[in-house]
């Protein structure tokens, strides 16, 4: 079994874009996330993640959308590579192997 | 809706990101700021800092990251920008012309001064030891005077060193006095310029010893060191260690070394020094005969008042007569010596730091002029740029992109006016040099490192400060209105170039008026009553052979035709020294100081004085060996110590030098010993004792060369021993105000650059007016108005503005004239006159530069100006 380096923040970030299907950036990751989880994120803190996750090739972007209200600057829009896709489905598998150790917690 | 999220933190994101790798940052900070100012600006705002702070570490790793991708070097943008800069230039040959002219001519001035001040400031400093180097001076004060002369008793160098730890080392200088005849190889010569040292010289010093043994020079009597020019003088070649030479009518010395020649930044110089011992001076502490130079070298971080209150408490309590005469000594730093004007006797190698300060003044102010009409020119010319700008904005161009472009344009405006400096300084270099009398020898060579440096100083002062405000103000026009063709000066703009050309011509007025005013007192100073009569005077050399025969030399001098009289005595009346000790009444406790001169009967009406009271001295007594002295005083004298006209002939003084008690049988009109700077002082004129070492002889009016050959030809008959040398008196006198001559004739040429180039500003600046206005010019003369109408017209404004800048600077120049003058005892009124001439002078050039554009201008045919429409 290979480990992943995936911090949890990480994953979080990497499975928003997953699910936002390259309309990802950073605003709209930072608006589902504290959708999702109720607290308020820097969005610092996710372009550090996106880059990081850029770096260990799990994500692409892309350049485009500028709107006004950026100050005329564009978007930088991020896509999950078929790499990302393994290692997340891989802290899943992980994850749902610990979680199965304990009987009360089984999930199937 | 959208809001301006908070200007500092807006810049820092700039700052800190490149534009290509953290664009999207950037903008997703704005965006979320946008959407929280739809529910609380202030929390918006506060929120944009937050972020900004927590978003700077990742801005930064990231343009570095992607630095290389998108490199930030713009040699292309910096070729393009000098192409054009280039192509401008060349397209107005004219403009350019003017500007690299002015700017060239100024920056050239400019590395005149410079370097002559660095040369100024750097004097005595290749002493490695220049740091702990001090002079022991004499300080003489009594109720009416104080004098500080460089020299002290013999003694006193190395008893303070025996007595005093502070002390590492010492050496005694003895300057020359007088001339000495030299016999080398076959021939002879008269020199001036030679000394005395001790053996420490070269511990002391930094003087380069290019042959002999550093271990032996100076020690031994009879032996002494050449300069090299001086070793090539003499034998021709550098090889000359053991030869001899003989000095005077016996005595021969020995050659132990020679040395690479004293470099002209020295405030003593010699062309060869004979060993301290060779004097034979004795042992014996005696406070008389302060003459030697004394250097002390102290041990480093010795605090120099504190010394001198230990020296002055020590020797002072040890000999109470010193205190009596009212003897300090002052231990002066190394440094000072060539700026300290108060020390007597070293009146031609120092110089006073106002006259530096004053110089680089002038420099800046003519620097700023040629560089103001850079910055004239360039604003004027501004709307024909005004196209150039307005495209570039619309296709992308930022303003700074805009400014670097303009800045490129002072840069190649100024590189071809320094390189043109840098070559007219080459050229004229030398010729200043040998006018200002730096006495710069061929062997110094131009430091052309100096030069550099302050050709690049002058380059970027001058790139940022002149080339800033045209390139700010081009850069920011607005597009919109420039393309339209509608394109005006804002009033700031108009009113700081009208206000740059009031300033250009208010500094070349004053000079004008300081230059005529120094031209002036110069004059008067040049021309004035003495007290006696300085012209057709020869100065020649009295020495003691001399002196035995002297009786002999007089009358056969006087037979000759062109001689008129002979008169001997200890100085030329211009160089009487004012420090004798006298005593004037009888219980005279505290001895008074005069002026004193020996002489004979032949001075007065020899040298054109007159006696106004009582007799001259007796002619017959001179054969007379025991008598007492006999004295003439000034009429300084009888106002300085009360003494009333009537009780003074007859009445006994004691003066020192003279040998004592004597009467003073007779009052001279005052005459000057000095410059006309200071006051007259009291001076006794004395008829024994004391030593008489010039002889002034004077001519009759006549062909100075034939009289010169034949008093020659009389020398060699009646002094074989000596070669034939003189000075002229009238010489001798000018000499006191070399300073203040050449100083006039620089003012002369900074006041006539100075007009040179105001006009040629104003010459710019009509033309581009001019062409601006051709069009109403062409409507004008339909409308019927005469040539003489237009050049009115458009010269009116300049002719105006210099009217402004004269009164301005009246007060000005005033001001300074008299501050000038307050240093003169003897000086002229300001003559208004002057300001006349001046301020008619100024307006007529500006008025000539005026009307030649006027006249291009007004014969400009309507109809091809109408045209372009």
């Given amino acids: ?108 | 809706m959208r809001h301006q999220p908070p200007k500092l933190p807006a810049s820092l994101l700039k700052y800190f990101s490149n534009r290509f790798a953290t664009d999207d940052i950037q903008g997703d900070l704005y965006e979320i700021f946008q959407q929280r100012c739809s529910e609380s600006e202030t929390i918006a705002r506060f929120a944009f800092w937050r972020d900004t702070m927590l978003a700077l570490p990742t801005l930064w790793k990231l343009s570095r990251r992607y630095k290389r991708k998108y490199p930030r070097h713009h040699s292309n943008m910096i070729k393009s920008n000098l192409k054009l800069s280039v192509r401008h230039m060349l397209k107005r040959p004219g403009y350019s012309f003017t500007t690299i002219a002015g700017l060239s001519l100024g920056i050239a001035v400019c590395l005149l001064i410079f370097y002559y001040i660095h040369f100024e400031l750097s004097f005595d400093r290749f002493h490695k030891n220049f740091d702990n180097l001090v002079s022991v001076n004499y300080e003489f004060i009594t109720p009416e005077n104080q004098t500080t002369s460089p020299s002290v008793p013999y003694f006193v160098g190395p008893k303070m060193q025996r007595e005093f730890p502070e002390v590492a080392n010492q050496c005694r200088i003895l300057p020359a006095f007088g001339t000495q005849v030299v016999h080398a190889g076959d021939n002879v010569y008269e020199e001036r310029s030679y000394a005395f040292a001790d053996a420490t010289l070269f511990q002391l010093f930094d003087f380069k010893l290019l042959q002999g043994n550093p271990a032996d020079q100076l020690k031994r009597t009879r032996t002494l060191v050449l300069t090299e020019s001086y070793a090539q003088k003499y034998f021709g070649t550098n090889d000359v260690i053991g030869k001899t030479i003989m000095i005077g009518t016996e005595r021969v010395y020995e050659v132990t070394g020679v040395m690479a020649d004293v470099p002209s930044n020295s405030h003593f110089t010699f062309d060869y020094v004979i060993s301290f011992a060779s004097l034979e001076l004795p042992e014996e502490e005696v406070w008389n005969s302060p003459n030697y130079s004394t250097y002390l070298l102290l041990q480093p971080g010795v605090n120099h008042e504190a010394f001198e209150e230990k020296v002055n408490n020590k020797l002072l309590g040890e000999n109470e007569r010193l205190k009596e005469v009212h003897v300090e000594l002052h231990i002066q730093d190394f440094g000072n010596i060539h700026f300290d004007t108060t020390v007597a006797g070293y009146a031609d190698k120092v110089t006073d730091r106002r006259y530096i300060v004053l110089f680089s003044v002038v420099a800046v102010l003519i620097l700023f002029i040629a560089s103001i009409n850079y910055v004239n020119l360039a604003t004027a010319r501004s709307a024909e740029r005004g196209r150039e700008v307005g495209i570039r904005k619309a296709v992308g161009a930022t303003p700074r992109q805009l400014f670097r472009q303009f800045m490129t344009d002072s840069v190649v405006h100024l590189v071809p006016s320094v390189a043109i400096a840098i070559g007219m300084f080459g050229v004229l270099a030398p010729m200043f040099d040998s006018f200002m009398n730096l006495g710069m020898r061929a062997s110094d060579a131009l430091n052309w490192e100096v030069v550099a440096l302050i050709s690049i100083t002058i380059f970027l002062a001058i790139t940022f400060f002149a080339g800033f405000y045209p390139a700010i103000v081009l850069s920011r026009f607005r597009p919109s209105l420039v393309l339209k063709g509608k394109f005006t000066y804002s009033n700031s703009a108009r009113v700081l170039r009208k206000g740059l050309v009031v300033f250009q011509f208010c500094v070349s007025i004053t000079l004008i008026v300081a230059t005529m005013i120094i031209a002036s007192q110069l004059e008067f100073m040049q021309n004035a009553k003495l007290g006696f009569d300085k012209s057709h005077t020869l100065i020649m050399p009295l020495d003691q052979t001399m002196q035995q025969s002297f009786p002999a030399i007089r009358n056969e001098l006087t037979k000759l035709a062109p001689v008129q009289a002979v008169v001997p005595a200890s100085t030329p009346p211009t160089e009487v020294v004012i420090g004798y000790g006298a005593f004037l009444r009888e219980g005279q406790e505290e001895v008074s100081t005069v002026g004193a001169m020996r002489t004979n009967a032949d001075a007065i009406p020899g040298l054109g004085m007159q006696l106004v009271r009582g007799e001259n001295f007796d002619p017959t007594r001179e054969s007379v060996t025991d008598a007492e002295p006999q004295y003439i005083v000034n009429q300084t004298f009888l106002k300085t110590f009360n003494f009333g006209e009537d009780e003074i002939i007859g009445h006994e003084i004691y003066l020192g030098i003279a040998g004592g008690k004597g009467k003073i049988i007779g009052v001279v009109e005052d005459f000057h010993t000095a410059s006309l700077q200071k006051k007259i002082e009291p001076v006794v004129l004395y008829d024994r004792g004391g030593w008489m070492a010039r002889m002034m002889v004077k001519l009759h009016p006549g062909d100075v060369k034939e009289q010169l050959s034949t008093m020659e030809a009389a020398w060699k008959k009646l002094v074989p021993h000596r070669p034939f040398s003189y000075t002229f008196l009238d010489d001798n006198y000018n000499k006191l105000y070399a300073a203040e001559t050449r100083m006039g004739y620089l003012l002369r040429g900074f006041s006539a650059l100075a007009v040179l180039i105001a006009c040629m500003g104003i010459l710019g600046l009509i033309s581009y007016a001019t062409v601006q206005r051709t069009k109403e010019i062409g409507i004008r003369k339909v409308l019927g108005a005469s040539v003489p109408q237009v050049m009115v017209l458009i010269g009116k404004d300049f002719i105006k503005l210099v009217l402004v800048a004269f009164a301005l600077s009246v007060p000005l120049a005033y001001y300074a004239g008299q501050s000038w003058l307050q240093h003169f005892e003897y000086r002229i009124g300001i003559d208004p006159m002057l300001f006349v001439i001046a301020g008619v002078l100024t307006l007529a050039l500006a008025m000539l530069t005026v009307s030649y554009q006027a006249v291009k201008a007004s014969l400009i045919n309507p109809a091809d100006t109408l045209r372009t429409e």
């Fill in chain 1, 1 to 108: 079994m290979k480990g992943t380096n995936l911090g949890e923040f990480e994953e979080l970030v990497l499975l928003v874009v997953y699910y936002q299907d390259n309309q990802a950036y950073a605003v709209s990751i930072k608006e589902e996330l504290e959708k999702q989880t109720g607290r308020s994120i820097n969005v610092s803190a996710i372009h550090t993640a996106l880059y990081r996750l850029e770096q260990k090739g799990y994500l692409r972007s892309d350049v485009g959308g500028a709107t006004p209200e950026r100050g005329g600057r564009w978007k930088r829009f991020f896509s999950i590579t078929a790499h990302g896709k393994k290692v997340l489905a891989q802290s899943q598998e992980l994850r749902v192997k610990l979680w199965n150790l304990i009987p009360e917690l089984r999930i199937a």
